[in-house]
């Protein structure tokens, strides 16, 4: 164990005489009078205090790679050329953050490491949104509509990275949103370079989505007594933009698609000092088809009715229509059945929707409300629930038990008491299927 700790202790010694005796690079000659950081530098402050000319740069021959002659000549003759002195190179190592430079045989300032050199091949997550045309999506004319495309390379903390694996969503507005995974090239961004890109998303792919909202007519009266809604279905299924990975592809591209339906509907009633009456129902519909990015037709049709009710009781109407297109894609003639029917009327089997109430001819609004109802009430559903009926009559009979010790129970008593609560829960349940009924019906 003596032995063990000698050695121990020996070692430690020598390691820390190691350390101390530790020492930069420097040159000096063989008395150490001159020195310098280099061997032209010792062998010029060598030079400065001889006979001979200082020389620019000073002459130096090499005897090996830590010697070196310093070369010279003599002031009085300047063709000359001799050695005048020897350098040596002490020391162990170039100091930190500089390298040995074997031309001068000093040490300079090592070049910075590059941050992007040494993430080559790794890889970060990503996404980016925004919205097309920028710095990253970019939008172009396609036959049938215009078409997206996202950038294959992006800059993350001033390194460039591939973004070839990658899934984007984009809607027909030209937003987009894109996640995926980017290998560093190894590169720096360079002027040129796509933005950067955000790294914190690690979440799944995006996959495209089919985006429906619907917006029934709920009619307003202003003080003026103008009654007034607006009704809007929309559906939009959102596009898809892939890319590749070592020659596979991440996904199938799709072209996004929209289509929107908006009916503004007023409704006034004007009295003539005649003592008729004229209810003008004004339809405006305003649908949208898009069928590509940014590539989209809208067509108005404006549906104006007028009905006049004479003192007398006889009635008069009339209807005009007017219909613009405008847009990129192909005429829409904006007329439909249902909920995109022309002017906001009553549902057909094709549209499957009850709608706004339609004025008929001799009716005022509140008729055309009246009869609108009425033919919920007569529909077969609502038919078939109030004509519910309970079977009445009946006896009510529990069979009695004996128990030992206890003698025979019975349970009639029960029985009798079950009957009080029978015509309320009829009533609760008749008020709850007709309110599924009704709906049912206004949601068809």
């Avoid at 005489?17 to 061997?39: E, F, H, L, R, V």
């Avoid at 000073?58 to 002031?75: E, F, N």
């Avoid at 009456?277 to 305003?286: A, I, P, R, Y």
Wanted: glycine share 12%.
């Amino acid at each position: 164990m003596k032995t063990v700790l000698i050695y121990l202790l020996g070692f430690m010694t020598l390691y820390v005489a190691s350390k101390a005796d530790a020492a930069d690079y420097y040159w000096t000659t063989a008395n150490g009078q001159y020195q310098g950081s280099s061997y032209t530098a010792a062998c010029t402050a060598a030079l400065a205090g001889s006979r001979y000319d200082v020389m620019d740069p000073p002459q130096l021959a090499s005897v090996g790679r830590d010697v070196y002659y310093c070369m010279g000549h003599y002031k009085t003759n300047p063709n000359s050329l001799e050695s005048y002195n020897t350098v040596y190179r002490k020391g162990d190592s170039c100091p930190k953050g500089s390298q040995l430079n074997t031309d001068t045989g000093g040490c300079d300032p090592s070049e910075p490491e590059d941050p992007c050199a040494a993430k080559a091949g790794q890889s970060t997550p990503f996404s980016k949104s925004g919205s097309g045309p920028d710095g990253y999506m970019s939008i172009f004319d396609a036959a049938g509509g215009k078409k997206s495309a996202p950038a294959q390379t992006g800059c993350f903390n001033g390194c460039a990275a591939s973004t070839a694996q990658q899934k984007c969503t984009v809607k027909v507005a030209g937003s987009y949103f894109c996640r995926g995974t980017a290998y560093y090239t190894g590169a720096a961004c360079g002027t040129s370079t796509s933005p950067t890109l955000d790294t914190s998303d690690t979440s799944s792919f995006p996959d495209a989505q089919t985006i429906s909202d619907k917006k029934p007519c709920v009619y307003t009266t202003g003080a003026d007594g103008v009654q007034t809604c607006t009704s809007e279905t929309s559906t939009e299924k959102e596009g898809q933009n892939c890319g590749t990975f070592n020659g596979t592809t991440v996904c199938s591209d799709k072209v996004p698609n929209s289509e929107k339906m908006k009916i503004d509907t007023n409704v006034s009633e004007t009295s003539n000092p005649d003592g008729s009456k004229v209810v003008t129902k004004v339809d405006v519909s305003t649908k949208t088809v898009c069928t590509a990015v940014q590539t989209c037709t809208t067509t108005t049709v404006t549906t104006t009715t007028k009905i006049t009710k004479d003192k007398d009781g006889s009635t008069t109407s009339s209807t005009t229509t007017t219909d613009t297109t405008t847009g990129t894609g192909g005429k829409n003639d904006g007329k439909g059945t249902g909920a995109e029917g022309e002017g906001g009327g009553e549902g057909t089997e094709e549209g499957g929707e009850l709608a706004t109430p339609e004025l008929e001819e001799g009716d005022d609004y509140a008729d055309s409300n009246k009869k609108y109802f009425d033919r919920i009430k007569a529909s077969p559903l609502a038919q078939a629930v109030t004509g519910i009926q309970f079977p009445e009559g009946g006896s009510c009979s529990f069979p009695s038990v004996t128990v030992p010790y206890l003698g025979t129970i019975g349970f009639n008593d029960f029985c009798a008491q079950a009957t009080d609560w029978l015509g309320p829960l009829r009533v609760v349940m008749l008020a709850v299927f007709g309110f599924i009924s009704l709906r049912h019906l206004m949601s068809a």
